[in-house]
C-alpha cells in the first residue's frame, strides 16, 4: 500500500498536480467578523470543459482560510511568499483556474504560496463590501505572525490576485492600514496594542478589476461589492486608482488587449498610470491575446510566459 501512495504522489507531481501541506482559518472562532449569525453552506461547483483538469468556483464562505504549499524539495527556499487571492466577480472564488495552479511555478522557484478561500460580498454578511479586504487584511497579519512556522520572512510577503482577486489586492495594497474589523488576538495587535501591519512587500495583478468608477467598470464585481447604485463616495473609495500613494508597495501588472470582460485600459493600464504618477514602482504588460481568466493553462502567445516573467522580477526587483 505504502509503494502505491507513493506512486501515486509521484505520478500526481509529474501531470503539476500540488497538494496543500496546511490548511489555517483565518478567524478564532472559524466564522469571520459579520458572518456569526449566517446559514449560508458553501459549495463547490465543477466548470471543467478541460478532461483532467479541475475548475472549481467556491461560493458561501462564511469561514476563510488559506492553504499554505511550501517550496519545492530540491530547490533552495527563497523565504518570500505569496498570498494568493483568486477572482469570482465578487460572487465565488476560482478556486484552481487562479489559485491553485498557480502554485507549482513559485513554489519551483522556492517561494511559499498561501491560496486564499475568503469571503464574497453576496451572502448577507455585515458590512458586506469589507469582508473581503477584512480576510485579506487578516491572511497578511496571520502569516506574519506564523513567519517562523511557515518558514517566511515576516515582511517578504506579497500579494497576487486575478479578475476581481486582483481588485482585493490592489485594495490590501492601497488600503492596508484602513482598521475594517476590531483586532481579535495578538496576530493583529502586538505587545505594544499597535496593529501588525497588513502591507504586502509587492503585489502581483493578473488582468485585474481596479476601478469602481461608471467608465471601465466591470459591472458585476461592482454590483456584487457596492450594491445595484453606489454613490460617488462609494466609488471613490473601492477605487484602487484613486487610492495610490507613495507608500504602495511595487506592482507587477499583466492583462491582454482583447480582454472583453474587464476594460484593460480603464483598469490595469489606469493602475500603472497612478503607480507611476506617484513614483511607485510598477511594471505592466500587455499582451495582444489571451482574452480573460487565462490563469496560466489557458494563456497563449507571450502571454504564456506571463508567471515566468514575474518570478523574474521578483528576483530582479525584490532580493
Not at 79 to 94: H, Q, T
Not at 298 to 305: E, M
Request: hydrophobic letters at 40%.
Amino acid at each position: 500500500m505504502k509503494k502505491l501512495i507513493t506512486a501515486v504522489f509521484a505520478a500526481c507531481m509529474l501531470m503539476g498536480v500540488v497538494f496543500a501541506q496546511e490548511k489555517v482559518y483565518l478567524w478564532p472562532n472559524k466564522k469571520g467578523p459579520g458572518s456569526e449569525k449566517l446559514k449560508v453552506t458553501q459549495e463547490t461547483v465543477e466548470r471543467s470543459k478541460i478532461p483532467g483538469h479541475e475548475n472549481r468556483a467556491v461560493s458561501g464562505v462564511t469561514e476563510p482560510y488559506f492553504e499554505v504549499f511550501k517550496p519545492s524539495a530540491n530547490v533552495a527556499n527563497t523565504k518570500k511568499s505569496i498570498l494568493v487571492i483568486p477572482g469570482g466577480a465578487y460572487a465565488r472564488v476560482v478556486i484552481d483556474t487562479e489559485g491553485y495552479d498557480y502554485v507549482k511555478g513559485y513554489t519551483d522557484a522556492g517561494y511559499t504560496v498561501f491560496v486564499l478561500t475568503y469571503r464574497t460580498p453576496n451572502d448577507g454578511h455585515k458590512n458586506a463590501d469589507l469582508v473581503a479586504l477584512q480576510d485579506a487584511q487578516r491572511a497578511m497579519r496571520v502569516i506574519r505572525a506564523n513567519a517562523e512556522k511557515f518558514g517566511v520572512a515576516a515582511f517578504g510577503v506579497g500579494v497576487l490576485g486575478s479578475s476581481a482577486g486582483g481588485h482585493v489586492a490592489a485594495s490590501l495594497a492601497t488600503r492596508f492600514k484602513e482598521e475594517t474589523y476590531k483586532a481579535v488576538d495578538n496576530a493583529d495587535k502586538d505587545a505594544k496594542g499597535e496593529w501588525v501591519s497588513a502591507k504586502p512587500s509587492f503585489q502581483i495583478l493578473v488582468y485585474p478589476v481596479i476601478t469602481m468608477q461608471d467608465k471601465g467598470v466591470h459591472a458585476g464585481s461592482r454590483k456584487a461589492l457596492l450594491g445595484e447604485k453606489p454613490d460617488q463616495k462609494a466609488k471613490d473609495a473601492a477605487s484602487c486608482e484613486l487610492l495610490v500613494n507613495g507608500a504602495t508597495p511595487p506592482a507587477f501588472v499583466l492583462c491582454a488587449t482583447d480582454d472583453k470582460s474587464v476594460n484593460p485600459y480603464a483598469n490595469a493600464v489606469a493602475y500603472w498610470n497612478a503607480m507611476s504618477a506617484k513614483g511607485s514602482k510598477c511594471e505592466l504588460h500587455i499582451f495582444p491575446e489571451s482574452g480573460h481568466g487565462f490563469g496560466v493553462l489557458n494563456a497563449y502567445g507571450t502571454a504564456s510566459k506571463w508567471q515566468q516573467m514575474s518570478i523574474d522580477w521578483l528576483k530582479t526587483y525584490l532580493k
